[in-house]
């Protein structure tokens, strides 16, 4: 069976984001003044061949853990759907 | 009244990924080669300062158009919620 995981890695809250800094700066000059603060992170979508639920689930958080998100800096979530 | 505004921004399906394709090589390199696809796209949070949900909802529509997204090559989606 095929399992679309949505995974979401952000900038620890603790932590500066300067790239969302950046883009904050840019929408108050283009005049969206309402715009308070803005944090930038990653999505990705993985495409999973699994035979159930279970293993997809242990799949995607073996690839966050192994590779996707830096847990020292970034947090990870994500859920899965079957396709 | 606050609100968070989470706005998803992926390459469009037709057009390569290649950071995609690099991840997923790294996957299949740690053992994970269940995973069959990568799309890496931006997740990006805005907190927005607005009268009602629906002039939150055109400024993170403006963001979006404005700034966040390049439609040629990505398209994008958000919710948002009161917080």
Redesign the interface.
């Known amino acids: 069976m095929?399992f679309i995981a949505d995974i979401?890695?952000?900038p620890l809250k603790e932590l500066l984001d300067p790239q969302?800094k950046a883009?904050n700066n840019?929408?108050h000059n283009?005049g969206?003044s309402?715009?308070?603060?803005?944090?930038?992170?990653?999505?990705?979508?993985?495409?999973?061949?699994?035979a159930d639920f279970a293993?997809?689930d242990s799949?995607a958080a073996?690839?966050c853990k192994?590779?996707?998100a830096n847990q020292v800096m970034e947090s990870y979530s994500y859920t899965i759907i079957k396709e």
């Open positions: 095929k979401i890695i952000m969302g883009v840019s929408l283009l969206l309402e715009v308070q603060d803005v944090r930038i992170g990653k999505h990705i979508k993985l495409t999973i061949e699994a293993k997809a799949i073996d690839a192994k590779l996707l």
